[in-house]
């Protein structure tokens, strides 16, 4: 159990193009999805935290107009990165935290490169 | 402001030898601790977490944690790795009522050669 997916598992776009992320919880529910950017050979950096329902809480110095977060339902939130440049290409990670257990379960990741 | 140390970013080590991975943390609160790995183009798996009572947690794989309040560490031990074992890893820690917001540590690249 406690299965997160995320779709693409990778993606290349053009410099200007606009790239959505999606991340579901497959067999629970998630009140909680959290969005990680990973650079090569580096630690994870929070970027977001969404609650079903609400809007997303940024972490400093990221960017909330470029990168859009949904958390439309208690199983699916996606991440949409507007206008991208090759400095936005590296590996998004989201995890998925269910209502009581104190546990995210993290999804693949998805490798985002901009040309 | 919480923030998590591994003292060490690369460990190799020799296949069917001990190994420990330190992780210090900070923070003026009480707060939860975990170790994830990550293998290559990979998300994490939890390793373990500690979250109340006995200090000596166990994972899956064989791994195992202490955590020490006095000295603020939640070190990773291993007595035994396997070529498998190789990849990266991570402490992590959450502060209480924080809606489960982690900060990772930098990472250790664990290498274990035959």
């Known amino acids: 159990g406690a299965v997160v997916s995320q779709h693409p598992s990778w993606v290349i776009c053009k410099s200007g193009t606009s790239v959505k992320i999606e991340c579901r919880s497959l067999d629970f529910q998630a009140t909680t999805m959290f969005w990680y950017r990973q650079f090569p050979k580096q630690s994870l950096m929070l970027m977001a935290t969404s609650n079903e329902g609400s809007k997303a809480t940024y972490e400093q110095g990221v960017e909330k107009d470029k990168f859009l977060i949904n958390h439309a339902s208690l199983t699916l939130s996606t991440l949409t990165v507007t206008s991208a440049h090759p400095e936005d290409s590296s590996f998004y990670i989201c995890?998925?935290?269910?209502?009581?257990?104190?546990?995210?379960?993290f999804g693949p990741g998805t490798r985002l490169t901009v040309t | 402001a919480q923030s998590v140390t591994q003292l060490d970013s690369q460990v190799p080590v020799f296949e069917e030898a001990p190994v420990e991975l330190r992780c210090n943390y900070s923070?003026?609160?009480?707060?939860?601790l975990f170790w994830y790995v990550q293998y290559p183009n990979q998300g994490l798996q939890l390793l373990l977490k500690y979250l109340s009572g006995s200090t000596l947690v166990k994972g899956i794989n064989g791994f195992e944690a202490e955590f020490n309040k006095s000295q603020t560490s939640f070190h990773l031990r291993k007595p035994s790795v396997h070529i498998s074992d190789t990849a990266e890893y991570f402490c992590a820690v959450s502060e209480k009522n924080q809606g489960g917001k982690l900060i990772f540590g930098q990472g250790t690249e664990l290498s274990v050669k035959p």
């Open positions: 995890s998925a935290r269910a209502r009581g257990p104190y546990e995210q379960y």
């Open positions: 923070s003026s609160v009480s707060v939860y």
